[in-house]
């Protein structure tokens, strides 16, 4: 089992920037990919970036292209997303996500873990 905790959400106005952390424990090892996830209210839950936890392949989400950076520390078994010139459309709740599988995939039922979720308010 591998437990996820994430944190560094808040209230933020309209081009400023938030870094949400995701701390993963247990079986980490059988972890290969690490995913970040966002829902708004009355949306489904989707896609925002993903990378390998042991190299550089990442992938991102169109509309967070160039503002938004996922990075992992491997030495804290931790997960980062860096969210510059937030906009009030990406407030949402954000959830870390971890594969078992290879592959770099946007799709949340191929993730096998999941964290309790943390809260983005980007004002206008």
């Known amino acids: 089992q591998v437990q996820l905790v994430e944190s560094g959400g808040g209230l933020v106005q309209a081009g400023g920037s938030l870094r949400l952390s995701c701390v993963a424990s247990?079986?980490?090892?059988?972890?290969?990919?690490m995913g970040w996830f966002r829902q708004a209210p009355g949306k489904e839950r989707g896609f925002v970036a993903v990378r390998n936890y042991l190299g550089m392949r990442t992938s991102y989400q169109d509309s967070v292209k160039g503002r938004f950076t996922i990075s992992i520390d491997n030495a804290k078994n931790t997960v980062y997303l860096q969210m510059n010139t937030l906009k009030p459309e990406d407030t949402a709740v954000y959830y870390c996500?971890?594969?078992?599988?290879?592959?770099?995939?946007?799709?949340?039922?191929?993730?096998?873990?999941w964290g309790q979720g943390t809260q983005v308010t980007v004002s206008s």
């Open positions: 996500a971890a594969s078992k599988g290879t592959r770099l995939t946007s799709i949340p039922s191929e993730y096998d873990y």
């Open positions: 247990g079986r980490t090892f059988s972890t290969i990919v």
